[in-house]
């Protein structure tokens, strides 16, 4: 139940934020909303419950009152597998130059390498977290932890190669608000961070 609210929190988080940037400040039009804007937001949230799963055991025990994570960390995971799951497919229904025209080389229609690489990643990161979710609660904690790291890292790239160019231009920035694709590397690196801590017990 937890998960769920928690879940219903991040995503009307990164909704409303989406909403803002892109529909407010971005000139987007509404037309866009229920797919182009609403992927944006169901990628965040997915990357957030994956993120809160892999680092539950510190966040556990550094922040008060959040004992629940450590119960709660596989059902955040497999919350974060089906929203990324959403996302791959709502990214594949709109992934055309009408949409994503920076991905195109202009002559050729083709996708650029650094497109070809950022998809790429964010296959491999969704496989892998589908091996981790087929793996269950019998395999070792270590193992599971170092997928969970992986997919972060694969998500980092992902999010690099699509969105890097536009991270160091803020006067380009919609209302001011950073791009989605850079909010959402430094979510994965605290991510990365927290799975990286050491373990004890």
């Known amino acids: 139940m937890r998960t769920s609210v928690?879940?219903?929190?991040?995503?009307?988080?990164?909704?409303?934020?989406?909403?803002?940037?892109?529909?407010?400040?971005?000139?987007?039009?509404?037309?866009?909303?229920?797919?182009?804007?609403?992927?944006?937001?169901?990628?965040?949230?997915?990357?957030?419950l994956i993120v809160t799963a892999v680092g539950a055991r510190p966040l556990s025990g550094w922040l008060p009152?959040?004992?629940?994570?450590?119960d709660e960390r596989r059902s955040m995971g497999m919350l974060g597998l089906g929203l990324s799951a959403v996302h791959t497919v709502m990214s594949l229904?709109?992934?055309?130059?009408g949409y994503f025209g920076k991905f195109y080389d202009a002559g050729t229609g083709k996708m650029h390498l650094a497109a070809e690489v950022?998809?790429?990643?964010?296959v491999v990161a969704l496989a892998?977290?589908?091996?981790?979710?087929?793996?269950?609660?019998?395999?070792?904690?270590?193992?599971?932890?170092?997928?969970?790291?992986?997919?972060?890292?694969?998500?980092?790239?992902?999010?690099?190669?699509?969105?890097?160019?536009g991270w160091w231009t803020p006067g380009k920035w919609h209302g001011g608000?950073?791009?989605?694709?850079?909010?959402?590397?430094?979510?994965?690196l605290v991510g990365?961070?927290?799975?990286?801590v050491p373990r004890r017990g």
């Open 6 to 48: 928690y879940g219903l929190i991040v995503l009307a988080i990164g909704l409303g934020y989406a909403i803002v940037r892109y529909n407010v400040f971005g000139g987007v039009s509404v037309e866009q909303l229920p797919l182009y804007v609403t992927n944006k937001a169901v990628s965040v949230a997915g990357l957030v």
């Open 65 to 70: 009152g959040c004992g629940w994570l450590m």
């Open 93 to 97: 229904m709109l992934l055309n130059p």
């Open 118 to 122: 950022s998809m790429l990643a964010g």
């Open 128 to 165: 892998l977290l589908v091996v981790q979710s087929r793996a269950g609660e019998g395999s070792g904690r270590s193992s599971l932890r170092w997928l969970g790291v992986g997919v972060l890292a694969l998500s980092l790239m992902h999010l690099g190669f699509m969105g890097w160019p």
């Open 177 to 188: 608000l950073p791009p989605i694709t850079l909010l959402s590397a430094a979510i994965a």
């Open 192 to 196: 990365l961070g927290l799975g990286l």
